[in-house]
């Protein structure tokens, strides 16, 4: 399986914070927003990724990632001219894609839960053998902002409604997406809204109409964050503070990752961590001299 960070977008509602960069550039805590992205796809097995961004903010992506092999993974990287909706970004991946199952995520999106490395990586298996679709569902306050599964009482899905202003139900399908090899093929049927986007919703929505679409839910033990207004940016800051000085762990440290995948070993991490004071890289520095 191969993964897709969207990290395109104006960012308009971070504006002026985002008028000469990039918002998945932004620092949340103590990394760059998009290295949190990443880490989920780097949690699910994934490691050939794709990362779309504008043309201005493509070039900062480059220079903070490289080609991946810090972190025991390939990246590349593709050009959004102008955004039309999430599911477009299937459609500038085609080539990247190919003949690939695929799993986008939303480069200001935050993913954190005991467990959730065991649901990822079961996506990707249901993904592959099954040629399922799989989307995520999170409980929140306001889901007339998202786009929102309905449930029939059996507790299957019946329909996904995008920015319904009457909800039928609190789960919003949060940004996360797991497909099977016809994405791209679907992706090309959809019609642009009346908002002049491809939508995602309309995309999952052919799967459901086919009875091969799953949500997986995430419950009470897992926290969601969408970083895309000052109040969240700040709240997801917090909470990644906490999380971290509470237990030493670090949230989406990427290398750590690929250690504990077995992409990189302790001496692959030693070159690293060479001139590098920074509390990141201290905690690399004590890994690598753990026993």
Known sequence: MKGIILAGGAGTRLHPLTLAISKQLLPV???PMIYYPLSVLMLAGIREILVISTVRDLPLFEQLLGDGSLYGISLSYAVQEKPQGIAQAFLIAE??????????????????????????????????????????????????????????????????????????????????????????????????????????????????????????????????LDTGTHESLVEATEFVKAVENRTGLKIACLQEIGLQNNWLSKQDLAKQIQNNTSEYYKYIKDIVEAK
Do not use: H
């Open 29 to 31: 805590y103590d990394k």
């Open 95 to 224: 080539d990247f894609i190919k003949d690939s199952e695929v799993c986008l995520i939303l480069g200001d999106n935050i993913f954190y839960g005991n467990g959730l490395q065991k649901k990822l990586q079961q996506s990707v298996i249901d993904t592959i053998e099954n040629q399922q679709a799989t989307v995520y569902g999170y409980t929140v306050k306001d889901p007339e902002r998202y786009g929102v599964v309905s449930f029939n009482a059996e507790g299957k899905v019946i329909d996904i409604q995008e920015k319904p202003k009457k909800p039928s139900s609190n789960f919003a399908v949060v940004g996360i997406y797991f497909y099977p090899k016809d994405v791209v093929a679907k992706a090309k049927t959809l019609t642009a809204s009346l908002r002049g986007e491809l939508e995602i919703t309309d995309l999952n929505n052919l799967y459901l109409q086919q009875d091969n679409l799953m949500v997986q839910t995430l419950g009470r033990g897992f926290a969601w």
